[in-house]
């Protein structure tokens, strides 16, 4: 899913007393929901106007880029800056970096980096439509807290923390760029401690492209859901993951774009797979007998301990309704919950078919809304801070269900229905929504008698 366009930001760096201001993003934001963030945002049209200000300060900085942190400083910190400069509040401003996103994501920021000294301690008032939180901390204060599992940070913010933590006031121009050559490896990210998201190419359903392979433990670790899409991208992913120490599989569930390769990997690593009874047993019968032949397998349920997360209990829970016999993972202290095909950051999920049934997925939804884990990560896409992507997802289910219901009860066809919900889909996803109505029209004939 490649984007070319390419959009300014900054990010801004408050300093003060050997501490630095961060905030925790509201969990409903579109953009790095639950993520340990600086203020700042994107650049605006608007932003490119030049408004002549005067202050030598000031006048370094590019216009956009000084307009934009203008404005995002007022808008989420309630200040002035150049009024703050103008009273001796701010001493300094430091463009201190930038951050491009690569090239895979679909959509792109060159983020600038700037540190503001402050002389003084100023009365921020914090926008609570986009922070849920926020302090000042050391930087070692804030790699601390990520260390110990209870934060979300995007890795060029942790890039320049770690810098910050030997020098809060470096001089260097940092650049974080880059960092993958897509014609060797597959990229991948570590959002939470020792929880690191390998994302190889798969065949997966549109929009999607990508299904996330995870990496999961301490100095053994859990190789989750590896499915390159083919042996190019299966070499690629191969040496991608050759310097961790991996102790055994675990596959949530049993479509294809989940373990496309698995068995070949567990081969190839000498590895056990952990997998629900259903999921080996559908597993054969679509995949064939000879499926997971060679291979030590391991069957789990509820309750069952995978692996230990920063001397925590990894534990499965078992969460049908995409799929009858797929399970997820949270450690008991809840930092996260991963989620397979729960939901999706991309598209949306299909529920139909032989596994597919809507009663179980709304009842999933409930139960993991009900646990309340700081974090929930998909199978396609990132992790996103609470849940509330999952009461999002409830709440279009029951909307769609209704919707669904009053046509039924005008005596629609499938078809008919599918004509006026879903209009405007490419074809090559028709059959999913198609499977989706009928899972719906299942589960509301069901509960007629």
């Not at 792109?108 to 986009?130: A, G, M, T």
């Not at 807290?145 to 933590?165: A, K, Y």
């Not at 009860?409 to 198609?434: E, W």
């Not at 899972?439 to 509960?447: A, P, S």
């Amino acid at each position: 899913m490649k984007n070319s366009k390419i959009r300014d930001a900054v990010s801004l760096v408050f300093v003060h007393d050997e501490k630095i201001f961060s905030i925790v993003r509201q969990n409903y934001l579109r953009v790095f929901p639950g993520y340990t963030a600086f203020p700042g945002g994107k650049v605006d049209k608007d932003d490119y106007e030049d408004r002549g200000f005067s202050n030598p300060i000031l006048n370094t900085i590019p216009t956009h880029l000084r307009n934009a942190m203008i404005r995002e400083s007022n808008e989420e910190l309630g200040i002035e800056i150049d009024r703050l400069i103008e009273s001796g509040g701010i001493t300094n401003i430091d463009f201190i970096g930038r951050a491009l996103s690569p090239d895979f994501n679909p959509h792109r920021f060159n983020v600038h980096f700037f540190r503001i000294e402050l002389s003084r301690e100023v009365l921020f008032r914090v926008d609570e439509n986009e922070a849920k939180s926020f302090d000042w901390l050391k930087p070692s204060g804030l790699l601390q807290s990520f260390n110990q599992g209870e934060r979300l940070i995007v890795p060029p913010v942790r890039f320049f923390l770690e810098e910050m933590v030997k020098d809060l006031f470096f001089q260097m121009i940092l650049v974080f760029e880059n960092r993958f050559d897509l014609s060797k490896t597959v990229p991948f990210i570590e959002p939470i401690k020792d929880f690191i998201q390998v994302m190889p190419l798969s065949n997966t359903v549109p929009p999607a492209d990508r299904t996330n392979a995870f990496l999961i433990g301490e100095a053994s670790k859990v190789l989750i859901d590896p499915a390159p899409r083919d042996t190019l991208e299966l070499t690629k992913f191969l040496e991608t993951i050759k310097d961790y120490k991996i102790e055994k599989m675990f596959l949530t569930h049993h479509h294809r774009d989940h373990h496309n390769f698995a068995p070949d990997i567990a081969k190839k690593l000498n590895l056990s797979i952990s997998l629900s009874q259903f999921t080996f047993t559908r597993s054969l019968e679509v995949y064939g007998e000879d499926y997971f032949s060679d291979i030590e397998i391991i069957i789990v349920k509820e309750g069952d301990t995978l692996t230990s997360w920063l001397g925590k209990d990894v534990k499965i829970i078992e969460v049908p309704g995409h799929d009858e016999g797929q399970l997820a993972l949270m450690p008991e202290t809840k930092e996260w919950f991963l989620a397979g095909d729960l939901f999706q950051g991309v598209g949306t999920v299909v529920v139909g078919g032989v596994e597919g049934n809507m009663t179980k997925y709304f009842h999933t939804l409930e139960k993991v809304i009900a646990l309340k884990p700081n974090c929930v990560v998909p199978s396609h896409g990132i992790a996103l801070g609470g849940t509330n992507i999952l009461e999002k997802t409830l709440e279009h289910r029951k909307f769609r269900e209704e919707q669904i219901n009053e046509m039924y009860i005008c005596g629609l066809s499938v078809d008919q229905m599918l004509s006026q919900i879903y209009f405007d889909l490419p074809k090559n996803i028709i059959k999913y929504a198609k499977a989706n109505i009928i899972c719906h029209l299942e589960k509301i004939q069901k509960e007629r008698h």
